[in-house]
């Protein structure tokens, strides 16, 4: 789930609202509140102070000491009168807020004891109080994700994303969800193009959340790879088998005077994998074998991948000897054993670490071409 679970950095705040006119309609109307949330979803956020932020403990969220004791809304004074018209009831009371901030706080506790339906009834509570408070959604969209119901995990996520439409931290969280349910759903490209977004989100941001979106990419594009390479060699072997027909060859005979050994491996090299696949002529065996290329998976370049982890590179950073390593690799060498290269052993610190961009852009060339290599992924 990744740092700041249920942090909402950069979501709320908002001019002050206009105070309602003197000559009204004759009907007593309630000044607005500042900083209270409108019911109109396309309202854009901004930043101003954050509630309570929760780190990621092993995958649960957990609170830590808010930064403000009342999240802070977008102005109603931002809506036009149409929108306006659309407003179904008065914006939420400073009571209203409150209350919702100990809800979330109680779901957030519940969530950490991985009491998910219990979180999900307090962040459901929340939200009817404060329906235009992102996190609500982003934290209850993460508790029904570990409760595998992933249309709720959609409802949440797509919420979360109409209530951030200028991005932030929630936004980058909903495109996560909406990643991961697709996945579930076995939607793999849907779940790609979330991802993706979610993790260039996270990489601007520099937000620790980012190495467990690439290993959910990169999940989501090695099973897609799978499944597109598992059509592809029915439909070669299909292919095979009327090209044998038109031949006139049988699945039991050779061919081009090989004998039995011969035609046993030429089978395997057409990637057959039994003895009733046709031994086709070398020339359209060749062919067949020169289509099958990327379905056939080899191993990853040593020059993409870090001699730390030896896994390939996901946020590669260059260091004053030429050297490239993994960010988060060299940060804990740097902590733990010393301040210096760990292979020319020259002095360096954090300062001197460079992103490495051009061998990361190479890499996700490599990796959109041989979409194997993201099962090697760890």
């Given at each position: 789930m990744g740092n700041g679970l249920c942090g909402a950095q950069g979501l709320f705040g908002g001019n002050q609202p206009a105070q309602p006119s003197a000559a009204g309609d004759g009907r007593n109307q309630r000044p607005s509140s500042p900083g209270i949330a409108s019911e109109n979803p396309a309202?854009?956020?901004?930043?101003?102070?954050?509630?309570a932020e929760v780190t990621r403990t092993e995958g649960i969220a957990q609170d830590t000491a808010p930064t403000s004791a009342v999240p802070q809304y977008p102005s109603s004074s931002r809506l036009g009168p149409s929108s306006a018209a659309r407003v179904p009831r008065m914006a939420p009371t400073p009571e209203d807020r409150k209350s919702a901030e100990t809800l979330k706080a109680e779901g957030n506790a519940l969530f950490s004891k991985g009491k998910y339906a219990a979180a999900i009834e307090r962040y459901t509570e929340a939200i009817t109080l404060c329906p235009?408070?992102?996190?609500?959604?982003?934290?209850?969209?993460?508790?029904?994700?570990?409760?595998?119901?992933?249309?709720?995990?959609?409802?949440?996520?797509?919420?979360?994303?109409?209530?951030?439409?200028?991005?932030?931290?929630?936004?980058m969280k909903g495109h996560y969800l909406v990643g991961l349910a697709m996945g579930a759903k076995g939607l793999h490209d849907k779940s790609t193009h979330h991802l993706q977004k979610a993790l260039d989100a996270a990489r601007e941001a520099n937000d620790s959340i980012k190495d467990e979106i690439w290993r959910?990419?990169?999940?989501?594009?090695?099973?897609?790879?799978?499944?597109?390479?598992e059509t592809r060699r029915a439909q070669a072997k299909h292919l095979r088998r009327q090209l044998a027909e038109l031949l006139g060859i049988s699945s039991s005979c050779g061919g081009g005077g090989g004998g039995e050994g011969e035609g046993k491996a030429n089978t395997r090299d057409l990637g057959?994998?039994?003895?009733?696949?046709?031994?086709?002529?070398?020339e359209w065996a060749a062919l067949f074998n020169a289509a099958a290329w990327q379905d056939t998976a080899v191993e990853a370049p040593s020059q993409f991948t870090c001699p730390l982890t030896?896994?390939?590179?996901?946020?590669?950073?260059?260091?004053?000897?030429g050297r490239?390593?993994?960010?988060?690799?060299?940060?804990?060498?740097?902590k733990k054993v010393g301040?210096?290269?760990?292979?020319?052993?020259?002095?360096?610190?954090e300062e001197q670490l460079v992103p490495n961009v051009s061998l990361r852009a190479a890499i996700e060339l490599y990796l959109e071409e041989h979409p194997w290599g993201w099962g090697e992924v760890k």
């Open positions: 309202v854009q956020t901004h930043s101003a102070a954050s509630p235009e408070w992102a996190v609500l959604y982003v934290n209850r969209g993460m508790a029904a994700r570990k409760r595998g119901d992933w249309d709720r995990v959609v409802t949440d996520a797509d919420a979360a994303l109409r209530l951030c439409p200028g991005g932030g931290r929630e936004a959910e990419l990169a999940t989501a594009n090695f099973q897609r790879w799978q499944l597109q390479s057959g994998g039994g003895n009733d696949e046709p031994m086709l002529p070398p030896m896994e390939i590179f996901r946020d590669p950073v260059v260091v004053p000897s490239s390593y993994e960010r988060s690799a060299l940060l804990e060498h740097l301040r210096f290269d760990p292979i020319t052993r020259q002095h360096l610190s």
